[in-house]
Antibody
Framework: EVQLVESGGVVVQPGGSLRLSCAAS????????MHWVRQVPGKGLEWVSL????????FYADSVRGRFTISRDNSKNSLYLQMNSLRTEDTALYYC???????????WGQGTLVTVSS | EIVLTQSPGTLSLSPGERATLSCRAS???????VAWYQQKPGQAPRVLIY???SRATGIPDRFSGSGSGTDFTLTISRLEPEDFAVYYC??????????FGQGTKVEIK
């Protein structure tokens, strides 16, 4: 059974930093591109970042480029999101999502809540 | 950036009725990389349709997708009680950033 379990979400002050983690199991992690997607509670979905299977390529939404860094450790079946210079508008539930070979998201985690507030 | 506009914002229907949800892209998608996701309160989204018209594993055949170019549709042929939820379309795979529509809420009338 595929499982994606996010962690690391907390309350942090504006300007602060945070690292989210996503532990993957039930599939061959290093075969797949992985993504972070966020959702402000009660609002829509926003793609944040992706990383290819071998960390050879990373991409970011304009809203986070230069502040967030996606990475992965295939030996630990884990995905990460380093979030720096956090803003109140970064407050959201952050999901990790697995990209199927056909490019859509076939599995999502349950999300971890990041709250940026003074 | 490709903007996806979903309509209507809210659909009020009764169980057994047919639901038709629309998703319009701001530019034509050269490959029909459109997915539909269902999200229930407190849950992560789950994929229903990918490639505009292919049902994901385990999805009942009352869910169907169609469309090409800029106009895509999700149809639920007969609403079951568990189908009342929010539905999002997404374009993926060819044009970054991958984007989602704003969602359509299907509520019980």
């Amino acid at each position: 059974e595929v499982q994606l379990v996010e962690s690391g979400g907390v309350v942090v002050q504006p300007g602060g930093s945070l690292r989210l983690s996503c532990a993957a199991s039930g599939f061959t992690f290093d075969d797949y591109t992985m993504h972070w997607v966020r959702q402000v509670p009660g609002k829509g979905l926003e793609w944040v970042s992706l990383i290819t299977w071998d960390s050879g390529a990373t991409f970011y939404a304009d809203s986070v480029r230069g502040r967030f860094t996606i990475s992965r450790d295939n030996s630990k079946n884990s995905l990460y999101l380093q979030m720096n210079s956090l803003r109140t508008e970064d407050t959201a539930l952050y999901y990790c999502a697995k990209e199927d070979y056909l490019r859509f998201y076939d599995y999502w985690g349950q999300g971890t809540l990041v709250t940026v507030s003074s | 950036e490709i903007v996806l506009t979903q309509s209507p914002g809210t659909l009020s229907l009764s169980p057994g009725e047919r639901a038709t949800l629309s998703c319009r892209a701001s530019q034509s998608l050269s490959i029909n990389y459109v997915a539909w996701y269902q999200q229930k309160p407190g849950q992560a989204p789950r994929v229903l349709i990918y490639g505009a018209s292919s049902r994901a594993t385990g999805i009942p055949d009352r869910f169907s997708g169609s469309g090409s170019g800029t106009d895509f549709t999700l149809t639920i042929s007969r609403l079951e009680p568990e189908d009342f939820a929010v539905y999002y379309c997404q374009q993926y795979g060819t044009s970054l950033p991958w984007t989602f529509g704003q969602g359509t809420k299907v509520e019980i009338k």
